[in-house]
């Protein structure tokens, strides 16, 4: 069974300054992915970015980076240059031994961006 | 990209009638679906996966006879929620993915807010 752990109910962050989302997991699979997602008060789910376990590098989508650290069961989410319009709930998910497994979410870290 | 629409958005009901929610996937067709119930400032909690052409599974401690889950068509999945009650109010999401072998995104519905009263 996997199990995501977000540890930061809510995290502030200034404007234009850069904010690091903690997310660690755990699974006995060998090969796993992991997402980031953001949810505005809107309710919808919009993809960040995504890592999978045997990609050696982090992976990058324009602000948002993924450190991921295999050894330490870590990904975390590094969002630079905050935005007003970063703040929102964010989750990070993970699937399983294939990329068709049913992909299963953290409890979330809520994120204001102060101007 | 990649649409995924749910109908209706918000619905209102009273208790011991029956909700059907429809999750359609617009521009792609989705062998999988997923559905997930949120409840206010909580994660996402997985109810069911649901393949086209065949039963739903079930998460544990998820009622099937409560939530009927139907994967008629590789374009839609309907989610059921029978003799609803106060309890069943939730935020529902679905999601999809594509029958593209190898692929990993999942497409999110924009959710259906269930208040049953």
């Known amino acids: 069974a996997q199990k995501i752990t977000q540890t930061q109910p809510g995290m502030f962050v200034q404007e234009k300054e850069a904010v690091t989302l903690d997310c660690t997991y755990d699974?006995?699979?060998?090969?796993?992915?992991l997402f980031w997602y953001k949810q505005p008060s809107s309710g919808e789910m919009i993809f960040l970015i995504y890592?999978?376990?045997?990609?050696?590098q982090n992976a990058t989508e324009g602000r948002y980076s993924l450190n991921f650290q295999k050894a330490r069961k870590s990904a975390n989410l590094v969002i630079s240059a905050s935005q007003l319009g970063d703040s929102a709930m964010y989750f990070c998910?993970?699937?399983?031994?294939?990329?068709?497994?049913?992909?299963?979410f953290g409890p979330g870290t809520s994120l204001s961006v102060i101007p | 990209g990649a649409v995924v629409s749910q109908h209706p958005s918000w619905v209102i009901c009273k208790s011991g009638t029956s909700v059907k929610i429809e999750c359609r996937s617009l521009?792609?067709?989705?062998?999988?679906m997923f559905w997930y119930r949120q409840f206010p400032k909580k994660s996402l909690m997985l109810m069911a996966t649901?393949?086209?052409?065949?039963?739903?599974?079930?998460e544990q401690g998820v009622e099937k006879d409560k939530f009927l889950i139907n994967h008629a068509s590789l374009t839609l999945s309907t989610l059921t929620v029978t003799s609803a009650h106060p309890e069943d109010s939730s935020f529902y999401i679905c999601?999809?993915?594509?029958?593209?072998?190898?692929?990993?995104?999942?497409?999110f519905g924009p959710g259906t807010r269930l208040t049953v009263t």
């Open positions: 521009d792609f067709q989705a062998t999988t």
């Open positions: 649901s393949n086209e052409g065949s039963k739903a599974t079930y």
């Open positions: 890592q999978g376990s045997y990609d050696e």
């Open positions: 998910a993970m699937h399983g031994e294939t990329s068709y497994d049913k992909v299963i």
């Open positions: 999601s999809a993915r594509s029958g593209t072998s190898g692929s990993y995104e999942q497409y």
């Open positions: 699974t006995s699979d060998q090969s796993y992915g």
